[in-house]
């Protein structure tokens, strides 16, 4: 008999200084992920019902501001670069920085600094067993 797989989410933030900003990251499983947000944050991400397989939305949280978050099911590299493309516009968009030919560089250099922080965290938590 087959042991059934319990589902799992693994969940930190990332402090950003420049923008006053907080990322909070899930990745995994999307029921308990919806969850741990709606008993977070009191807000039921609706954009999650949708058939993705990871998703990038800004919440209004009371006495936090905006916080930005960023959800994959699964940790693959090319999921989390896109999620963390949505983030970077949202995020700059927000600080009044629009995407053009001048400020593509301050939007590339942001989504390096999301992939590398959010990589290197999975990393870490799977001690180097990433997919």
Partial sequence: MKKKQ?????????????????????VGDKKLTISKITKKYGVYPEE????????SAVLKK?????????WCEEPYSDLIAHE???ATYNILEN??????RDTEEAYAYYQAFLIKIIDGKLSQLNKGKRK
């Fill in 84 to 86: 963390c493309l949505h």
């Fill in 48 to 55: 999650m019902n949708k058939n993705y397989g990871g998703l």
């Fill in 6 to 26: 319990q589902a799992k989410v693994i969940n930190f933030l990332i402090e950003d200084n420049i923008f006053n900003r907080y990322i909070d990251v899930y």
């Fill in 95 to 100: 600080a009044g920085i629009e995407f053009n």
């Fill in 62 to 70: 009371e006495g936090m501001g905006d916080i930005s978050l960023i």
